[in-house]
């Protein structure tokens, strides 16, 4: 088995007396679509807020394609090649789309490249093309609907260089057809060698895509299957649905 | 007559200069820097001290030059532990005990009476030919700025500090330093400024610390804020306006208003225009421009 691109290893960080991540352990393999799911509140969010630097751990270690990550600048772990998006992508006001995708890759973004235009705008059109927003390539990135702003987002981040993409709910609030296209974008991604850990609600949609799924209850894993034995794990029901109990003689 | 307004338009450029310059830092940058005048002092004392030793003009330009990225180096290295607010405050500070020092220490900067007799540039030249070329030269550079300007913000560069202005997390997500976007583009509107204070030095013949009052940043802020945030255009356009206005203040005493009235009016119209603006048009009198439209 090849070494894993991302592992975490007792992984916790509390908020006051709130603890969030509880030694937290994943590891994900180079090529996998791995779910991040649990119910609100879990800590899924938060652990992708560490992994990806924008908050610190308490303690224990995350390592990238075996370099450890743990406290660095978030910028020094996205150069690496770890990109996120974000729950709520906010777009730019005063950019337009193309040029929010254009400023995602950031070569020649110095004083000395500045008389080179149009240098590393090459795959700009095509992406356009696939993600569907080559006819709102010119309004302001914050006019997009909710699911434009999160293909734009997904898009912006490939331009990144990713070889391991971290998606915050990459379908919350989009419509159905979107989701579908979200889904086939992000196979044919992953079939280019992108690694992928996606927080997600909607389990059809995990169903589709991941090929793993990993469970996040009150900040530590509780399940790590494939997302058609998810609903048959007890755990994960458990965490969703409640403990079941008796009352008077019935169980509910 | 004409002399007076050949004198306006080189002073407008001048200040169109330092526009552009803190419309770098602060319009694609949101950099609020309120010292932004020091960096334009270390530019003239940079001249000033070339002047009285002896060490040419060239030399002069690249002192002012150094001192302008030396302090704009030490703006962005306290904005690493700072948030926006308190950077601002900072700047203004540092802006301000730069200018008590330069006006108490006597040996090198002359103290409050400043350094007076500075070559003025084409002193060679017999007027009105010197004059039409100084205002041919701050033209020149006064355009030379802009197209920079302009091509810098047009640049991936351009695209980096927008994205950092209006989103810090995702340019941070996608891998921006914005530490280092800070720091290029507070030392590029530090040379500039830099360079105008130079010119400035020259064309006046004189440097002193009056001319670093922080009303001085809020006159450049209120050209910035009047011709458009973001619009290097409309920077300009703030520049000459504002400084076609205020060189026309000393002639309310034609108006028979008291002279205290017409020495605090300068400060009153820069305020009250900054006001305006903000209250009635934040955008300024040309916006920024997103897709060929003003937004």
């Known amino acids: 088995m090849s070494e894993p691109i991302l592992t975490t290893h007792e992984l916790k960080k509390a908020f006051g007396a709130h603890t969030v991540l509880d030694g937290v352990e994943i590891s994900v393999a180079p090529g996998e679509i791995v779910g991040l799911l649990g119910p609100n509140g879990s800590g899924k969010s938060t652990m992708l807020n560490v992994i990806s630097g924008f908050l610190k751990p308490d303690s224990g270690a995350v390592a990238f394609e075996g370099k450890a990550i743990a406290g660095l600048e978030t910028h020094a772990i996205a150069r690496k090649g770890l990109i996120r998006t974000f729950q709520l992508p906010s777009m730019p006001h005063r950019m337009t789309v193309r040029d929010v995708l254009r400023a995602g890759s950031r070569e020649g973004a110095g004083l000395r490249a500045i008389f080179q235009r149009g240098a590393g705008d090459e795959n700009v059109d095509a992406l356009l093309e696939q993600f ?45 057809k979107l989701r579908t296209d979200i889904v086939e974008i992000l196979q044919s991604i992953n079939a280019q060698g992108v690694t992928m850990l996606i927080v997600e609600h909607d389990m059809a949609f995990v169903r589709r895509l991941c090929t793993r799924c990993l469970v996040l209850d009150r900040g530590a894993i509780i399940a790590d299957c494939s997302p058609d034995t998810l609903s048959q794990n007890p755990r994960v029901v458990e965490a969703y649905l409640g403990k079941a109990v008796k009352r008077g003689g019935l169980k509910v | 007559m004409f002399d007076f307004w050949l004198h306006i338009l080189i002073i407008a450029c001048i200040y169109g200069m330092l526009a552009l310059s803190l419309n770098l830092q ?87 009476q400043g350094i007076s007799g500075l070559t003025p540039l084409f002193s060679n030249l017999a007027y009105p030919t010197s004059q039409y070329a100084r205002l041919a030269l701050m033209a020149v550079l006064l355009a030379a700025t802009l197209a920079f300007c302009q091509l810098l913000i047009r640049s991936r560069l351009g695209l980096a500090l927008k994205l950092m202005r209006e989103e810090p997390n995702l340019a941070s997500a996608l891998g921006y330093d914005l530490e280092t976007l800070r720091r290029t583009i507070m030392v590029t509107g530090g040379v500039i400024a830099g360079i105008a204070g130079f010119l400035y030095a020259h064309y006046f013949s004189f440097v002193g610390p009056d001319q670093l009052l922080s009303t001085e940043t809020f006159f450049i802020w209120g050209m910035v804020i009047i011709g458009g945030l973001a619009n290097n255009y409309g920077v300009i356009v703030g520049a000459f306006i504002l400084q076609i206005v205020m060189a026309n203040v000393p002639f309310f005493r034609a108006l028979d208003l008291p002279t205290d009235f017409v020495s605090a009016a300068r400060p009153f119209l820069i305020g009250a225009g900054i006001l305006v603006f903000l209250l009635w048009r934040p955008n300024g009198l040309l916006s920024e421009r997103v897709a060929g439209k003003n937004v």
């Not at chain 2, 319009?27 to 309120?34: D, Y």
């Open chain 2, 26 to 112: 602060m319009g694609f940058g949101s950099l609020l820097n309120f010292g932004h005048i020091a960096l334009f002092g270390c530019g003239s004392y940079g001249a000033a001290l070339a002047f009285t030793q002896q060490w040419g003009l060239l030399t002069g330009l690249l002192l002012g030059i150094a001192f302008a990225v030396l302090l704009a180096l030490f703006f962005s290295r306290l904005g690493k532990n700072l948030g926006t607010d308190y950077w601002a405050i900072a700047t203004l500070s540092i802006a301000e005990i730069m200018r008590i020092v330069l006006t108490n220490e006597v040996r090198w900067t002359g103290g409050a």
């Open chain 1, 132 to 176: 569907k927003l080559d006819h709102v390539a010119n309004q302001p990135a914050s006019s997009l609907s909710g699911g434009q702003k999160k293909l734009l987002s997904i898009a912006t981040a490939l331009r990144a260089g990713p070889r391991l993409l971290c998606l915050d709910e990459p379908t919350a609030g989009v419509h159905p």
